[in-house]
């Protein structure tokens, strides 16, 4: 049993470029999430999605881009990545509305310098 | 909306001494509530979850959590500790996108031998 999958695991960018973190889970969840973690503030959710096809923003969205094509990938994109955006990156999935439980990836640590 | 305080970025307690992790809630519903563990380089597990059934809640690892609606607490507990419990926990609350968590900043729980 995988559960939800992230690549890579660490990667360094250079101001302006742009790479996709990658999320899959093998659980058939509907509901898959994507989180940023910095130091001292907890998890801040960036997109959701209930579904293939439909996404939507969290709370702190900019300079960041989805896709959900099908239940099991929830990949994202940062475009011009800036030194804001070093963090570690988590990708979660539910099986139920209201957030029962969620299952984690284990994380990407990106760093923009 | 829906938010969670946590008291205390760091806690340390010595090894079979008493744990205790503060959470504190605001919201305008009737809360479901959660703990999360994260260990070193690992993503978050599922502690516990309170979803408005008994005000006690039991969850892995020897772990409990009370709901008080008067305190508007949700204090995650263990009567011995153990080396193994060093990690960061984060409180979270039902809220966001799709149901999404809202998670605190999170506490760091060291433990002294």
């Known amino acids: 049993n995988a559960g939800v999958t992230q690549t890579p695991k660490f990667r360094i960018l250079k101001i302006g470029q742009s790479m996709t973190l990658q999320c899959t889970q093998d659980m058939n969840h509907n509901y898959m999430y994507w989180y940023r973690q910095d130091p001292g503030m907890g998890l801040k959710l960036i997109y959701y999605s209930v579904g293939a096809g439909i996404t939507d923003k969290g709370e702190v969205p900019n300079g960041y881009n989805v896709s959900r094509s099908t239940t099991e990938d929830f990949p994202l994109r940062l475009e011009l990545a800036a030194p804001s955006q070093t963090s570690v990156y988590f990708c979660a999935s539910s099986y139920e509305q209201g957030a029962g439980k969620l299952f984690f990836g284990s994380g990407t640590q990106l760093s923009v310098l | 909306a829906q938010s969670v305080t946590q008291l205390g970025s760091h806690v340390s307690v010595s090894e079979g001494a008493l744990v205790l992790l503060r959470c504190n809630y605001s919201s305008s519903v009737p809360p479901y509530l959660f703990w999360y563990v994260q260990y070193p380089n690992q993503g978050l597990q599922l502690l516990l979850k309170?979803?408005?059934?008994?005000?006690l809640v039991k969850g892995i690892n020897g772990f409990e959590a009370e709901f008080k609606k008067s305190e508007t607490s949700f204090h995650l507990t263990k009567p011995s500790a153990h080396m193994s419990d060093a990690a960061e926990y984060f409180c979270?609350?039902?809220?966001?996108?799709?149901?999404?968590?809202?998670f605190g900043k999170g506490t760091h729980l060291i433990i002294q031998p």
């Open positions: 979270a609350v039902k809220g966001g996108g799709a149901d999404g968590l809202t």
């Open positions: 309170y979803t408005s059934a008994a005000t």
